[in-house]
């Protein structure tokens, strides 16, 4: 069982940034696939960005693509959320999950976080 933990939400005017982490327990975080996803109110859960076991290995929504970058540090078993440029849009409940297994869906989520940007 891995346990996914989100922090780092908060209020923020448009333009600004925040920074979101995501902790993962287990030994073998460095080859977990991390991702984040968001759900805005009223709307369908969405996916943001995704990292692999490499630090290249990224990849991201257009939405968010060169506003938002994802990170981890394996040594401390976390991945970072860095958004920059926010927009009142970017307002939702923001989701980390764990991919173990090779291919598939995301086996393992956190409770979220949430984010609001006020214009």
């Known amino acids: 069982q891995v346990q996914v933990v989100e922090s780092g939400g908060g209020l923020v005017q448009a333009g600004g940034s925040l920074r979101l982490s995501c902790a993962a327990s287990?030994?073998?975080?460095?080859?977990?696939?991390m991702g984040w996803f968001r759900q805005a109110p009223g709307k369908e859960r969405e996916f943001v960005a995704r990292?692999?076991?490499?630090?290249?290995?990224?990849y991201y929504a257009d939405s968010v693509k060169g506003r938002f970058t994802i990170s981890r540090d394996n040594a401390k078993n976390t991945v970072y959320l860095q958004m920059n440029a926010l927009k009142p849009e970017d307002t939702a409940v923001y989701y980390c999950?764990?991919?173990?297994?090779?291919?598939?869906?995301?086996?393992?989520w956190g409770q979220g976080t949430q984010v609001t940007v006020s214009s």
């Open positions: 990292i692999g076991w490499s630090i290249g290995s990224t």
């Open positions: 287990g030994r073998t975080f460095s080859s977990y696939l």
């Open positions: 999950a764990a991919r173990i297994r090779p291919a598939g869906d995301y086996e393992y």
